[in-house]
Nanobody, 122 residues
Framework: QVQLVESGGGLVQPGGSLRLSCVAS????????MGWFRQAPGKEREFVAT????????YYADSVRGRFTISRDNAKNTVYLQMNSLTPEDTAVYYC???????????????WGQGTQVTVSS
């Protein structure tokens, strides 16, 4: 059983940056691809980014490519999401998740964190 705990969310002005962190425990972190998803009020959960177990392969949603960067530190059992040039449309609860394969479909992710709120507003 893998437990995931996100942190780093908060209120930021448009154009600003935030870095989310997700720490894993209770399992072998290296066994999993890690992903970030988000869910805005009244909307379905959507894929944001994912990376392979080594971090060597990364994939992004079109809406965040070029602004967000996913990375991981396997020595710290942590995955990050660096978010730059934030817009109000990025406002959502952000979740990290672990999957045995690198995939965008959330149904393949076995473990989920509790989420962290990101609000982009002036």
């Amino acid at each position: 059983q893998v437990q995931l705990v996100e942190s780093g969310g908060g209120l930021v002005q448009p154009g600003g940056s935030l870095r989310l962190s997700c720490v894993a425990s209770g399992g072998t972190f290296n066994d999993y691809a890690m992903g970030w998803f988000r869910q805005a009020p009244g909307k379905e959960r959507e894929f944001v980014a994912t990376c392979s177990w080594s971090g060597g392969a990364t994939y992004y949603a079109d809406s965040v490519r070029g602004r967000f960067t996913i990375s991981r530190d396997n020595a710290k059992n942590t995955v990050y999401l660096q978010m730059n040039s934030l817009t109000p449309e990025d406002t959502a609860v952000y979740y990290c998740a672990a999957s045995p394969i690198v995939v965008q479909n959330p149904t393949h992710y076995k473990y989920w964190g509790q989420g962290t709120q990101v609000t982009v507003s002036s």
